[in-house]
């Protein structure tokens, strides 16, 4: 069942939301060449228990860390620790917060230093796939109106959608009904309404969709090898429009 939230709620995941867009901030500030994922995965840490939130990963099923760190062809789940970035490579951060027991979820993938032509397009593109999911969340639309605005984009840019991992529905807890995959076709699952609050998260890929999960059990990787970039925003339906929590 897809809960609508009311506005003492929205309130609380508004504050949850712009933690973890705050976070991501301060995590792009020390993102350069030498630096390792655990040092990202620590600032992170320390930011939000400071601000006197949790983060949510940490413990999540086991997930060791505070931040997903992806880097290069890994494409979501990445657990951070001794690799240290290099100049040119691309690193997804996905960040999860809890305040007062609501949930924010937001994922940006950006450039270590110099990086590629096309690790730049790849970039830019998954960033407005998610913006065009995010246009198609308004009262009175269906689910997979969003999934299909995500996939026409990226594969009309020359990319593929990961078909493996799906956006969620977001409250007093991470994972709530509905999924939202990034593909298929529009016009199918429930109705949008108004005070529905949804992560919306495309994983965009250079090559194929397929991926497959290291022996880490956690770290998803593309089988071809290539590129991949994922964004995420928490969103409210506020009616004709979006409203993005995961703002500071
Ligand atoms: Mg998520």
New binding site residues.
């Given amino acids: 069942m897809i809960v609508c939230k009311s506005k003492r709620e929205i309130e609380y995941l508004k504050k949850a939301g712009a933690l973890a867009s705050w976070t991501q901030e301060k995590m792009a500030e020390i993102i350069a060449p030498g630096i390792t994922t655990r040092e990202i995965d620590r600032l992170a840490e320390d930011f939000i228990v400071s601000n006197g939130a949790r983060p949510a990963f940490k413990g999540y099923r086991g997930f060791p860390a505070t931040v997903c760190t992806s880097v290069n062809n890994e494409v979501v789940h990445g657990i951070p620790g001794k690799r240290v970035l290099e100049e040119g490579d691309l690193i997804s951060l ?1 960040v ?1 917060t809890i305040i007062d027991g609501f949930y924010g ?1 937001c ?1 940006r993938t950006v450039p270590v230093g110099k990086v590629s032509d096309e690790a730049e397009r790849l970039i830019r593109i998954t960033r407005e796939s998610l913006q065009m999911g995010i246009s198609q969340a308004c009262e009175g639309g269906r689910l997979t109106d969003i999934s299909h605005a995500i996939q026409k984009y990226a594969e009309s840019r020359g990319y593929s959608v990961v078909r493996d991992y799906v ?2 529905g977001i409250g007093r807890s ?1 994972h709530e009904a509905p999924q939202i995959p990034n593909f298929g076709p529009p016009n199918r699952g429930p109705r949008l309404r108004r005070g529905m609050t949804l ?1 919306i ?1 495309p994983m965009v890929n250079v090559g194929g969709y397929e991926v497959r999960t290291l022996e880490d059990g956690w770290t998803v990787v593309t089988v071809d090898g290539t590129l991949s970039a994922h964004f ?1 925003d928490t969103i409210v339906i506020d009616g004709a429009t979006a409203q993005v929590l995961t703002q500071p």
């Fill in positions: 996905d999860g979820d994922a956006g969620h991470m992560a998260e995420e």
